[in-house]
């Protein structure tokens, strides 16, 4: 895709949302971790559910380990591996207790390190908690970077490095949001709704036929 064509697709997606946001609910960043870890392979609708009663109650990572695997799993047992993921939640927890007072870093690469946090996971709470250019390629992402030409890659890493490369101010903290949200309700897997997509003459996919 042409960087002029890049700059206006990033433009009329923030036209539309202007403050996008990850549609997982927390209250705090070391909550919004434990939502990321727990919605691998899972949906934000189905981890909010999960996560609402969990929040109330627990909200440091003393707290969670307090709280312990068996009741984590309590909680979350409508979630997809719950079980890996009570595990690495509680791993992490106790890691951020011991080696960093509670807090969680705003290093990617000391997040990675936490048991049940990969590069995505890290992107994401890099961007909503720290504010930091990263780009959290989930399979929404990957599919609206290669459909559109907007960021091709054979592999998520490709992609999230294609963006990086081709994002271009003011845009590069919102993009992944603004594509995420896009490929979700808009950009969809099966059947792409090209007839109200307001980016849809900027696109490489075809056809784009309209619905009837």
Partial sequence: MKRADTFELFRRLAEDNPSPETE?????TYQLLVAVVLSAQATDVGVNKATRALFQQVKTPAQMVALGEAGLKEHIKTIGLFNTKAKNVIALSEILVRR???LVPADRDALTTLPGVGRKTANVVMNCAFGAETFAVDTHIFRVGN???LAKGKTVLAVELALEKGVPQPFRVGA???LILHGRYVCKARTPECWRCNVADLCAFKPKREKK
Avoid: F, K, Q
């Fill in 24 to 28: 997982l609910e927390y209250g705090n």
């Fill in 100 to 102: 960093y007072d509670g």
């Fill in 147 to 149: 459909r559109t030409g």
């Fill in 176 to 178: 992944h949001h603004w």
